[in-house]
């Protein structure tokens, strides 16, 4: 061990969890083992390769060099910033106070510089994304938990408002991170009820101190319901538009464009022009990474430009909808015949499976070749990377890992 990383920087894993597992995955399949690997959080195909979408690589592929070499603004170019809002509220006509971010994460990281102080907590939802755990750590902060509604169930309004109210009185602010719709990892949606509730909350805490909510948008665009995530975004819209909680969004390219190493998205608040808060968002990205790159944000701008490039990404986001959902549909009928209960996926690209002692739960199940990943409430299942005919072989083995252990 290096003498030269100070003490608190010395124990950690040699790689991510969630990565760990499927190298492993990876290493005994090509030693010749029979392995269903769920741990994936790409889209991949039928046969298991990497799903990239055409009409964004044929964009990618006519970018000039002026479009991919120069320094992009430090705030990201502000049409690319109003484009990708726009993706999500059409009717905008301004992207608020924005920065172009690594990514979701990177969103997210600048958030919790920009809204909360060291030594304070962000509230998520529970179960939540593994990596907020990590971002949180990684500026000194902690994360705490309120419930996502079991499915079935309504929210639970007096857990989630005595963590709201909980944090204001020790920190006197709320930063809550909302991964809705197509939540990661329960694959379910909060419903109208639901968002309503927790928004009259939001007021209600807002009273006290300056709340922000943080819309965390990775996988809209999969979903076997549209027409909800559509009335959720509106929603959504009108509580920032109220002015009393301070709405803004983790934007990627990532899922949407199948554009993960672009590394490209954005930190919006579109119903809020604050100069401050501008200054803010761009003065974090010069002191962390300075300026994201260039050439994704030329392609969402052709995007933008190129209607049948649209239609085309929108057929292709339709079709992997539906293979998202046969396959959520094959692994719920293989957990209903093995008396286990369905999990009934609106979007995304994974569901949890409720089980008694995950990481144990996970470890035999890898010892069977199954692979899934281990999560408080339960095991994470990346529909994305597994094939429909693969869900029935998942189910069984669960089942006989739960009958045996």
């Given amino acids: 061990m290096s003498d030269e990383l100070i003490p ?115 509230l998520t939802t529970a179960p939540y994304w593994g990596p ?70 939001l007021r209600a805490v807002s009273h006290l101190g300056p709340v922000t909510l943080l819309l965390d948008f990775a996988y809209l665009d999969y979903t076997r319901e549209p027409e909800s995530v559509t009335a959720a975004l509106t929603d959504y819209a009108a509580l920032g538009a109220e002015g009393r909680v301070l709405v803004g969004a983790s934007l990627s390219v990532s899922k949407s464009l199948t554009l993960y190493g672009g590394r490209c998205g954005a930190l919006a608040f579109p119903w809020c022009a604050d100069p401050a808060l501008q200054a803010a968002l761009t003065q974090s990205c010069r002191g962390t990474w300075s300026n994201c790159a260039k050439a994704p944000q030329a392609l969402l701008l052709r995007l933008t430009r190129d209607g049948q490039a649209q239609e085309r990404l929108a057929a292709e986001h339709r079709h992997w909808s539906g293979v998202l959902a046969a396959r959520a549909a094959s692994l719920d009928e293989g957990l209903v015949g093995v008396g286990l209960g369905a999990l009934h996926w609106m979007g995304g690209f994974f569901v949890c499976v409720p089980v008694p002692d995950p990481d144990a739960v996970c470890a035999w199940m890898r010892a069977e070749g199954v692979f899934t990943v281990p999560l408080p409430a339960g095991l994470r299942v990346g529909l994305c990377g597994m094939r429909a005919a693969e869900a029935p072989r998942l189910a069984q083995t669960l089942r006989q890992v739960l009958d045996h252990r």
């Fill in 8 to 122: 608190t920087r010395r124990s950690f894993p040699a790689d991510d969890p969630i990565f760990a597992l499927n190298s492993e995955a990876q290493a005994r399949k090509a030693a010749g083992e029979s392995i269903l690997n769920a741990t994936v959080g790409a889209l991949l195909d039928e046969a298991g390769q990497l799903v990239v979408l055409d009409p964004v690589m044929d964009l990618w592929r006519d970018l000039t060099a002026l479009e991919v070499a120069p320094y992009a603004p430090i705030a990201g170019d502000p049409a690319f910033l109003l484009a990708l809002v726009r993706r999500h509220w059409p009717l905008l006509d301004s992207a608020g106070a924005a920065c172009a971010t690594p990514g979701g994460s990177g969103a997210l990281a600048i958030s919790l510089r920009n809204f909360l102080e060291p030594g304070q907590a962000v």
């Fill in 132 to 201: 907020y755990a990590t971002l949180a750590a990684e500026s000194g902060m902690a994360l705490v938990t309120a419930p996502w509604p079991d499915q079935g169930s309504a929210l639970d309004v007096e857990a989630w408002e005595d963590a709201l109210r909980a944090l204001m009185k020790t920190q006197g602010r709320v930063l809550l991170w909302l991964n809705d719709p197509c939540h990661n990892p329960t694959g379910r949606s909060l419903s109208e009820a639901d968002r309503a509730a927790l928004a009259e909350l």
